[in-house]
């Protein structure tokens, strides 16, 4: 059974590296002969015995160890099958099977969690093995829940679902002290990807740097070659600002396995983002062009941020010029769909492109934003040096734009509004908070003047809000937040957006 189960877990893994169509109808194959076998062995309840469930508390105890682990493997199968099931077939009536299997999944996590707490344990091992997965299962489902913004908890309320992030990530820990327990490096690889990765992409806080420093320093004694634990001690060091050691961590964990070189791409794009935080364009826009040769993810992001690097180098020559043209010209229609919808930031790419064209062959500091877009300007916020060079970048660009040296264009006042956010935003890392303000608010006086940008008024009032918030005025931020909910819809990046909102006003309210 766990070898089916394992064999199923590397395919999933290589499926949703690759992207590839053989790689993902290999691992459908391999998680649907592990979902039977479990199945088989998984304990079944005749009628009265469901029935009896109903009216009085069941009784684990008469369970076989192999009838418990098929529930839990069972469990973990149906996970792996929905989250392949979206990327396997767009339609709509795939995407209902796979919520159906995640709710089926999400209940035998809760047996599984009533069988650890009600049998009386004769085997600590048997115990230890079935508790890791038990807790790292509840744990992720809560945190992955917790996240979503109120609007789709409301609905997964509805069905039966409920999160909370502080049970997530009680239970990870729990699951993470559990040292001989099988599933261990499950929750160790859960908790580094929400507070290395998710925490900073979705949310104004930072992740528990130091928990993931103690975890990284015990997987290196024990995995010093460990591509994973080396990617991760990049993204580490990155998040604490110092970007010459994550680029050296990065290029260890390239480098440290060729068996699956699209785990390369990984470490490809976190190369693009450091040296862009410190404008080596040239060596950021490689790192892109490689993303754009090898990895079969996303053509339009890669292809859009290729383009946004070199546009920002000092001189272009006449073939990188051309090549430009090129990427300008193609990148609209190397978009796809995911679950049937287009992806929200190649929607964003292909706009811009268009942007490029219709205002003469000019973008307002492409890279910068995408260094905003993607929640980076935290980072700059740890280095002094790095955040102080794009703030002066930011100014050049508003004395060009004032002094007239820009081509005249009907999008003048999107970009001047671009300019402010981003001007805004270095400032608030800076700790220049009266400053910033003054830059969001000017955003928002240039709103009936936008022409295309319309989700840059909601993205300055999100800042304006964790600015109030830092100066103490928690209410105030809380109700800016509550309008932007409101106020606006149908902008450019709202999903993403909504995920910031939903978070810090969680936060918020703790206050």
């Not at 993902?24 to 309840?45: F, G």
């Not at 929905?82 to 767009?90: A, H, N, R, V």
């Not at 001690?233 to 699956?260: C, H, P, T």
Request: proline letters at 2%; hydrophobic letters at 40%; charged letters at 25%.
């Amino acid at each position: 059974m766990y070898h089916t189960i394992g064999n199923a877990v590397f395919s999933f893994l290589e499926a949703v590296l690759t992207f590839d169509q053989q790689s993902i109808e290999k691992a459908s194959e391999a998680l649907k002969t592990s979902i039977n076998l479990c199945d088989e062995c998984r304990r079944k309840c005749s009628l009265s015995e469901s029935i009896g469930k109903i009216v009085r508390k069941p009784s684990y105890d008469n369970l076989t160890a192999e009838e418990m682990h098929a529930e839990l493997c069972y469990a973990e199968s149906l996970l792996l099958k929905s989250m392949l099931t979206f990327i396997e077939d767009e339609t709509l009536v795939s995407f209902i099977k796979a919520g159906l299997k995640i709710r089926t999944c999400f209940n035998s996590y809760k047996e599984c969690s009533n069988i650890l707490k009600s049998r009386n344990w004769s085997n600590e091992s048997h115990k230890i093995h079935f508790e890791s997965g038990v807790r790292v299962g509840i744990g992720a489902f809560n945190l992955m829940i917790s996240q979503l913004p109120s609007r789709a908890i409301k609905l997964l309320e509805f069905i039966g679902f409920s999160g909370s992030k502080e049970i997530g990530l009680r239970e990870l820990n729990a699951c993470y002290r559990l040292h001989e327990g099988i599933r261990q490096v499950l929750s160790v690889m859960t908790l580094l990807t929400y507070n290395l990765i998710v925490v900073y992409i979705l949310s104004h806080t930072d992740g528990d740097l130091d928990m993931c420093d103690e975890i990284l320093q015990c997987q290196l004694k024990l995995y010093p070659e460990g591509a994973w634990f080396l990617y991760f001690k990049g993204r580490l060091e990155f998040m604490r600002g110092n970007i010459n050691d994550a680029n050296n961590w990065y290029v260890k964990s390239w480098k440290s396995q060729s068996v699956w070189p699209q785990f390369h791409h990984l470490c490809f794009w976190e190369l693009m983002w450091t040296n862009c935080v410190k404008q080596d364009w040239e060596e950021a826009a490689m790192h892109a062009s490689s993303l754009l040769s090898e990895s079969r993810w996303s053509r339009t992001i890669y292809g859009y941020q290729k383009v946004s690097m070199m546009l920002m180098m000092k001189s272009l020559t006449k073939e990188q010029k051309e090549e430009i043209s090129l990427l300008i010209k193609n990148i609209p229609g190397w978009r796809q769909k995911i679950a049937g919808k287009s992806l929200p930031m190649e929607k964003f790419c292909a706009k811009r492109c268009e942007r490029y064209i219709v205002q003469g062959q000019f973008l307002v500091l492409p890279a910068i934003e995408l260094l905003y877009v993607w929640n980076f300007f935290k980072v700059l916020g740890k280095t002094w040096h790095y955040c102080h060079a794009v703030y002066k970048l930011i100014l050049n660009t508003i004395m060009e734009m004032e002094g007239e040296k820009w081509p005249n264009s009907e999008f003048n006042q999107d970009n001047k509004a671009l300019l402010l956010l981003l001007k805004g935003a270095c400032l608030n890392q800076m700790g220049s908070p009266l400053q910033a303000e003054e830059c969001f608010k000017e955003v928002l006086s240039l709103e009936k003047k936008i022409k295309e940008d319309h989700f840059l008024p909601p993205f300055a009032m999100v800042e304006l809000a964790i600015t109030y918030y830092k100066e103490g005025s928690a209410l105030k931020a809380i109700q800016l937040l509550e309008d932007v909910k409101k106020n606006y819809t149908g902008y450019s990046l709202e999903s993403r957006l909504h995920f910031r909102i939903h978070s810090a006003l969680i936060d918020f309210a703790k206050k």
